[in-house]
């Protein structure tokens, strides 16, 4: 199962003071939208996304579709088909996926220790 490029979401408190204390470890922007309050940083193949009132916590993230640029791939497995796979192996959902949509669509879950794993899809 191929849950897609990984990245950690953090629940900043100040968007601009935690962009520019990353960047400062040699993270880089790779793609900003401070009107929404979220930013997207990248250091070699490791992704942060720095969300400022978005997330009560951190969360581990997933995006199925993309590469670890932000790419769109031409094949990857459709969330949809991942969610139920999921679901047949007992995995209990905090959000689900419509499963008669396509295109973007998203589900939530928690590790056994309490930490949010999203699975995102974009395309």
């Not at 191929?2 to 993270?27: C, I």
């Not at 969330?79 to 973007?104: C, H, M, P, W």
């Not at 928690?110 to 899809?121: C, I, K, M, S």
């Amino acid at each position: 199962m191929e849950l897609g490029t990984f990245s950690v979401s953090l629940a900043v408190k100040d968007l601009q003071a935690s962009k520019a204390f990353y960047e400062g470890l040699g993270f880089t922007d790779i793609g900003i939208s401070q009107a929404d309050n979220w930013a997207v940083l990248k250091n070699g193949s490791t992704i942060i996304g720095l969300f400022q009132g978005m997330f009560d916590r951190n969360i581990l993230t997933f995006n199925p579709g993309w590469d670890q640029d932000g790419n769109e791939l031409d094949a990857f497995e459709d969330i949809r088909n991942i969610q139920k796979r999921l679901k047949a192996k007992g995995y209990s959902f905090v959000a689900e996926a419509d499963e008669t949509s396509s295109g973007r669509a998203s589900f939530m879950l928690t590790d056994p220790d309490g930490n949010p794993v999203l699975v995102d899809q974009h395309v």
